[in-house]
């Protein structure tokens, strides 16, 4: 049938038909077979891009790990066992005379000044009204920023005893911070 239609055509319309029936073909293999297929490659090439975005975000959390294990285990260090809040208190107080004691400091007065407490840690600060030569203020000052435990001084005040003394008053805040 297709052929004795053919048949009757003219050499002109057969080359119509002939065109007419490649370029059908080719849209139904672009549609059937060819767009799909670049449909899933496009598809599969976001999804590699995705991928490795997330691969190059887990690699910098990875090489992040030993940097945090190392800050970790250094911290660790100033974390240990804490008692109820008088017994850290009375462990502040402690070292800070020990600390006095070493650097030849006269303590005048010192009192807790409280606690303040937060997720990960717990900061228990002491008032300190000392006398003594600079030298051996800065050389407490010294030993409290150095010490093994975590003291630092908050703030201080520093002012000569009489005129013609070489002694100082001094007036600091030390505080200690443990972590949970």
Known sequence: MIAAYLARLNKRERLVFYGAAIFISLAFIDRLIVGPVFSKMKALDDRIGQESELIRKNARIAAEKGRVAAVSSQMSAYSRKTGTQEEEVAYLLGEVEKLARKTSLYIVDMKPLGVSEDQVSRKYSVDLNCEAQMEQIMGFMYEVENSSVLFFVESFNITPKSTDSS??????????VVFL
């Open 167 to 176: 002694i100082a008053k001094c007036n600091m805040r030390i505080s200690s």
